[in-house]
């Protein structure tokens, strides 16, 4: 009886360790050990960074938000690297532009990312109330880091939630991004400071309300999954699929609230390609319907092809 006890702990014990410890350690190699959060682990290039206090502080509410919903205590790292040595740790260009990983790691850039200079430039030819509203959000200098950064660090850790049960890969792509923007809009509503939800929402309002994406290449959803990563290559392209993806997710957080959540992950798990194999679009909007409901069917539909 006292073997198969001890037998029973050891095992218990030994799931628990492959849970806590999926962090992929061999990106951390280069980078300071910050040891700023109790939540989760941090990791800098430089050894003193500045300004990612509050961008921790962000992630320790969203965490403390998701391990609620989804019922987990997740390990993981965040890496915070400048732009000179952004493709040593990166899967992708630009500089600074958030990025998550199936090896539980989180990438944030440190300074003023790429993305953050270019929009900063494209908006300081503007006048009259948009920058007044920008500034009213972003502050008088407009830094555009607090969305790229701040804002888009709690959908890569929504990604972290999607990659702790499921293999490396995803049935859509479309589905896992869309689901990493409900996540962010759902955090960014229930942290203690409001200000993060609407600088993400303000700025993406202006890019759409204004046409500011430009005449893109690609922009339907079976574009997005056969040309995913020459669209992140074109930058704006993809910029524009996320805001696309951010409108739906509000929505759909408006009309659900919290539950959403859980059922949308759900979903993704249900689907893992690894598990059922390739599902056809037919098969694929029942199961939608099953896991999400008709309405969410409905709000899901995507009409920007032409």
């Known amino acids: 009886m006292r073997s198969s ?3 029973v702990l050891i095992l218990v014990s030994s799931c628990k360790q492959v849970k806590s410890d999926w962090i992929d350690r061999s990106l951390h190699e280069g980078l300071y050990n910050l040891d700023y959060s109790e939540s989760f682990e941090t990791y800098s290039i430089n050894k003193n960074p500045k300004n990612i ?13 998701f391990d609620a919903i989804f019922k987990e205590d997740l390990s993981f790292a965040v890496l915070f690297v400048d732009n000179q040595n952004w493709d040593k ?11 998550s990983f199936y090896g539980g790691n ?7 990312s790429v993305m953050a200079s270019r929009w900063e430039q494209t908006l300081s030819q503007f006048s009259g109330s948009e920058i007044d509203t920008l500034k009213f959000h972003f502050g008088d200098s407009i830094d555009l880091d607090l969305f790229f950064r701040d804002g888009l660090s709690l959908h890569e850790l929504a990604h972290l939630y999607q990659f702790v049960k499921i293999d490396d890969g995803m049935q859509r792509r479309w589905l ?3 689901f990493a923007n409900l996540c962010q809009v759902g955090a960014a509503k ?20 204004k046409e500011l994406w430009g005449d893109v290449q690609y922009r339907s959803l079976q574009d997005f999954e056969e040309h995913y990563f020459d669209i992140m290559k074109l930058g704006r392209n993809y910029g524009w699929y996320q805001t696309q993806f951010y409108v739906i997710a509000k ?4 009309k659900y609230g919290d539950d959403v959540l859980q059922n949308f992950r759900n979903l ?8 059922v194999s390739e599902i056809e679009d037919d098969k694929l909007e029942l199961l939608i319907e099953q896991y999400l409901g008709k309405e969410a069917l409905n709000i899901i539909n995507w009409d920007h092809d032409s």
């Open 190 to 209: 229930n942290l203690s400071n409001n200000s993060v939800y609407y600088q993400m929402d303000v700025f993406q309002q202006l890019l759409i309300d």
């Open 251 to 254: 929505q759909l957080h408006e």
């Open 53 to 65: 206090k509050n961008t921790i502080g962000n992630l320790e509410e969203a965490k403390v938000y």
């Open 176 to 178: 896992s991004e869309l």
């Open 268 to 275: 993704l798990i249900a689907i893992d390609p690894k598990k």
């Open 5 to 7: 006890i001890i037998l």
């Open 106 to 112: 989180i990438l944030l850039g440190l300074g003023k």
């Open 89 to 99: 740790y990166a899967y992708a260009p630009p500089p600074g532009m958030p990025q």
